[in-house]
């Protein structure tokens, strides 16, 4: 709960996402992502080779998550003499509902990977994946696995329709979190932050920023909560988290107000008090600061439908859309 809390608050989430069709005795390459990426192995066997040489061998339902800044490929399993699509990066499709394919080849289907950058939504977020030395490796094939998303994301990728990308990079997404969480786990979390939700002093301050937006803290109450001398908290917490608690802090209650005004009614000014801002006026310039829209016109823009505010939630009609796919792919594979 504490992780899922943690990348809702700071806007993590998945983006440009791709679909990749290899055929047998060909190669995708691609540039350096700017963030770490994302790659689920839909179908198929074959391997990612990193700049390095590393290669990583992927089956179906593996899923690896390469650090930031690594020339990597995508092809079958003998590359020697493979020939080579040079693909530059994964990009964002122009078109909301459009999902990108790229198919390298033609005869027969080597490997079928859905990939993705993970995003950070903010300038002021920190990179939380800056420090990773070496691809993360998982494999949902087993008895706790993904089978059921696995076939909505085949089904996705499949017959692309209303919705497709929204649902299939959130189901990236879920691959994504469900690594980390077995990460931390096994007790191997690799990441300076990662480890620190698993730390018991750090969770404990984490808790209590999350459920007590309302309320004034400062460094010293939260060392305390945390059994530490203020300057220790202070530098534990900028080295885990790569901000001052403070700001992480702030960043929890402008999270929480987005959601307010997304889905209440409720006055502006209320949900700034909600979430522990002593003025509208602090809170509008906080908000459009993040997000780089006033608290109201943020709202306004949600809902582009004429009548009464809430009567219609943005994206969930094109959600119940897309999902309508599972029973077909379901009827399929079963």
Same mark, same amino acid.
């Given at each position: 709960?504490?992780?899922?809390?943690?990348?809702?608050?700071?806007?993590?989430?998945?983006?440009?996402?791709?679909?990749?069709?290899?055929?047998?005795?060909?190669?995708?390459?691609?540039?350096?992502?700017?963030?770490?990426?994302?790659? %689920?192995?839909?179908?198929?066997?074959?391997?990612?080779?990193?700049?390095?040489?590393?290669? +990583?061998?992927?089956?179906?339902?593996?899923?690896?998550?390469?650090?930031?800044?690594?020339?990597?490929?995508?092809?079958?399993?003998?590359?020697?003499?493979?020939?080579?699509?040079?693909? *530059?990066?994964?990009?964002?499709?122009?078109?909301?509902?459009?999902? =990108?394919? +790229?198919?390298? *080849?033609?005869?027969?289907?080597? +490997?079928?990977?859905?990939?993705?950058?993970? $995003?950070?939504?903010?300038?002021?977020? &920190?990179?939380?994946?800056?420090?990773?030395? *070496?691809?993360?490796?998982?494999?949902?094939?087993? =008895?706790?696995?993904?089978?059921? $998303?696995?076939?909505?994301?085949?089904?996705?990728?499949?017959?692309?329709?209303?919705?497709?990308?929204?649902?299939?990079?959130?189901?990236?997404?879920?691959?994504?979190?469900?690594?980390?969480?077995? $990460?931390?786990?096994?007790?191997?979390?690799?990441?300076?932050?990662?480890?620190?939700?698993?730390? &018991?002093?750090?969770?404990?301050?984490?808790? +209590?920023?999350?459920?007590?937006?309302?309320?004034?803290?400062?460094?010293?109450?939260?060392? $305390?909560?945390?059994?530490?001398?203020?300057?220790?908290?202070?530098?534990?917490?900028?080295?885990?988290?790569?901000? =001052?608690?403070?700001?992480?802090?702030?960043?929890?209650?402008?999270?929480?107000?987005?959601?307010?005004?997304?889905?209440?009614?409720?006055?502006?000014?209320?949900?700034?008090?909600?979430?522990?801002?002593?003025?509208?006026?602090?809170?509008?310039?906080?908000?459009?600061?993040?997000?780089?829209?006033? =608290?109201?016109?943020?709202?306004?823009?949600?809902?582009?439908?004429?009548?009464?505010?809430?009567?219609?939630?943005?994206?969930?009609?094109? %959600?119940?859309?897309?999902?309508?796919?599972?029973?077909?792919?379901?009827?399929?594979?079963?």
């Amino acid at each position: 709960m504490l992780l899922d809390q943690f990348l809702a608050a700071l806007d993590i989430g998945v983006s440009a996402f791709t679909a990749c069709d290899v055929r047998t005795g060909w190669q995708l390459v691609f540039d350096p992502c700017r963030t770490a990426s994302l790659h %689920y192995c839909l179908a198929g066997e074959g391997a990612i080779r990193v700049g390095d040489g590393a290669s +990583i061998p992927l089956r179906q339902h593996s899923f690896v998550l390469l650090p930031p800044g690594v020339v990597y490929s995508i092809g079958g399993s003998a590359p020697d003499n493979d020939c080579i699509v040079n693909q *530059g990066r994964l990009r964002a499709p122009p078109l909301r509902e459009s999902v =990108p394919r +790229i198919q390298a *080849g033609d005869g027969e289907p080597a +490997i079928l990977t859905a990939c993705g950058e993970v $995003q950070l939504a903010h300038a002021s977020t &920190p990179d939380l994946f800056a420090s990773l030395e *070496g691809p993360l490796v998982e494999h949902f094939d087993g =008895p706790d696995g993904l089978r059921n $998303q696995f076939v909505m994301l085949l089904a996705e990728s499949a017959q692309p329709r209303v919705g497709t990308r929204a649902l299939t990079e959130a189901l990236l997404k879920q691959c994504f979190t469900l690594l980390l969480r077995r $990460q931390m786990e096994r007790g191997t979390a690799p990441l300076p932050w990662l480890a620190g939700l698993a730390d &018991p002093r750090m969770a404990r301050v984490l808790s +209590i920023l999350f459920e007590r937006l309302s309320e004034s803290f400062t460094v010293e109450t939260l060392a $305390q909560v945390a059994g530490m001398s203020r300057s220790a908290f202070a530098a534990r917490f900028s080295e885990t988290f790569g901000q =001052p608690p403070m700001l992480l802090f702030k960043a929890l209650r402008l999270h929480r107000a987005r959601e307010l005004l997304a889905t209440t009614r409720a006055p502006v000014a209320n949900i700034a008090r909600s979430v522990g801002f002593s003025s509208r006026s602090n809170f509008s310039h906080a908000f459009r600061s993040r997000y780089g829209v006033d =608290p109201t016109n943020f709202r306004a823009d949600l809902f582009e439908t004429p009548g009464a505010m809430g009567s219609s939630r943005p994206g969930l009609t094109d %959600y119940a859309a897309a999902t309508s796919t599972l029973d077909v792919a379901k009827s399929a594979v079963e």
